[in-house]
């Protein structure tokens, strides 16, 4: 008979015990369980609710299950339903009348709630040390390069020269912000919702700071209803996921188009490729296209939560039993996602002339050519009119800016002069911008001390969770 079976005059059909089971996913909170029982009867005996002997047996108990599960020694049983009922019926085998009086003062629902809200702490630390691993590797090849020039893209056509340093800090940006969403998500589930029971709170006289202070949770939740029915910590989780998810990707697409021929940027190592079983001369991006397509199935994670919990009335219902499924699937592949790139970025080999060579295409001193005449006075629309002139001239005789004559420049406009050679250079074109954020290498070593500054920070966040 389940421990909830008092009420009940049959024992549950196979099929819906089976059907109705979270053991199999929920075992995976065994640490958390534990580790929330223990906090429990330890408040118990210091509030009198039960003794100390009782508590001191349920302690031992608890820790000698906790040291079976590590060893692969316990055996779980579909009929416990649940971690909660399977820990805590073995430990009544164990121990006797004692392991009963674990449950006084607390429901189901606040101790799964306490068990995920510790899960989800776990995930977020877990992904925030990977996070802050692929930030440093994206900073190493930064540094690596600090002078490659690469074409600069707006709708995959070629824009204007960056340095490929820039171009890899725009990623360490947008994985920094990553790193702030985990932490969002990470203090949302930080707060104790133990001692709420079922719904509306208890009669007995709980501590519930002191097991906070036990959990290591920064505070309590302020309502009972609230507490046992919020999932919103695992929807920022999920939601944080989402979007790693989809920063990853849009690197992935890039190094899968710097990878080909037409492109030839990068040559990924062996260890990050894969070859075909027809095609000897084949070497495939698999796994930058793994990661790309893993962002669907995450996705898919955080909209399944949010299906879920639409319309719940307050306060626990059966459906929020699958909220933890997504979330650790969710976790999961964005930490090995995170590892991968991050060991694929690591070992790429990055051809410099390749990308040299390519930005000297497609006309991409234009801005700076207009400019130019704007800096002597002419309207930018103008401006703008004029180097669009040369650039068609460019496209019709088969050349670049750089190859027209003085000539051909004067015959548009009588403001070119000698020195307009300096702005068809590409290092010249890249160097000049140097407002704050920009391209030029000044601006980027500037980046760079802030780039210094914020891993700092995110490794002492890290470390104080």
């Not at 995930?123 to 020039?149: D, Y």
């Not at 695992?234 to 990878?259: F, K, P, Q, T």
């Not at 307050?314 to 592949?333: R, S």
Request: hydrophobic fraction near 45%.
């Amino acid at each position: 008979m389940a421990l909830w079976g008092g009420r009940f005059e049959e024992g549950v059909d196979d099929f819906t015990q089976r059907f109705g089971a979270s053991l199999p996913m929920d075992k995976q909170m065994y640490a958390e369980d534990i580790a929330g029982s223990r906090a429990h009867a330890k408040m118990l005996a210091h509030q009198g609710v039960i003794s100390a002997d009782d508590a001191a047996q349920i302690d031992a108990g608890l820790a000698g299950i906790l040291a079976d599960i590590e060893a692969g020694s316990f055996a779980f049983d579909i009929n416990d339903e649940d971690i909660h009922m399977a820990v805590e019926g073995e430990l009544t085998r164990r121990i006797g009348e004692a392991g009963k009086r674990l449950h006084t003062g607390r429901s189901r629902n606040d101790q799964v709630i306490t068990d995920t809200r510790l899960m989800a702490k776990r995930l977020c630390a877990t992904l925030m040390e990977g996070n802050i691993a692929l930030r440093k590797v994206l900073v190493q090849v930064a540094e690596s390069h600090p002078g490659t020039i690469m074409p600069g893209y707006t709708h995959m056509q070629h824009a204007q020269p960056v340095l490929f340093a820039h171009h890899m800090l725009a990623y360490y940006w947008m994985f920094q912000r990553d790193f702030a969403r985990l932490a969002f998500a990470c203090d949302q589930a930080d707060e104790n919702p133990l001692g709420n029971a079922a719904l509306a709170g208890t009669t007995y006289p709980l501590d519930r700071r002191m097991t906070a202070q036990e959990l290591g949770f920064g505070g309590v939740t302020a309502n009972s209803l609230d507490a046992t029915s919020n999932r919103d910590f695992l929807l920022d989780l999920n939601y944080a996921c989402s979007v790693g998810m989809m920063h990853l990707s849009r690197l992935c697409e890039e190094i899968i188009l710097w990878s080909t021929s037409e492109f030839g940027f990068i040559t990924l190592s062996d260890g990050y490729s894969t070859g075909s079983s027809i095609m000897p001369q084949k070497k495939n991006p698999d796994f930058a296209e793994l990661i790309r397509g893993k962002s669907g199935r995450v996705y898919g994670d955080l909209m399944a939560l949010l299906t879920t919990m639409k319309g719940l009335p307050l306060a626990y219902n059966k459906d929020m039993q699958e909220d933890k499924e997504g979330v650790i699937d969710a976790a999961g592949t964005l930490a090995d996602s995170m590892r991968c790139a991050a060991g694929m970025i690591a070992t790429m080999t990055v051809h410099e002339d390749a990308m040299l060579a390519s930005a000297r295409k497609g006309f991409m001193a234009a801005t700076d050519v207009a400019d130019y005449l704007a800096k002597k006075g002419m309207p930018f629309r103008e401006a703008h009119a004029v180097v669009g002139h040369l650039v068609l001239l460019c496209e019709k005789r088969g050349i670049q800016l750089e190859d027209l004559s003085l000539a051909d420049l004067r015959a548009e406009s009588d403001l070119f002069e000698e020195d307009v050679v300096g702005q068809l250079d590409l290092r010249n074109i890249v160097d000049a911008r140097t407002t704050e954020g920009g391209t030029a290498s000044a601006a980027v070593a500037e980046q760079l001390e802030r780039v210094r500054e914020t891993l700092a920070a995110d490794e002492a966040v890290l470390a104080s969770r």
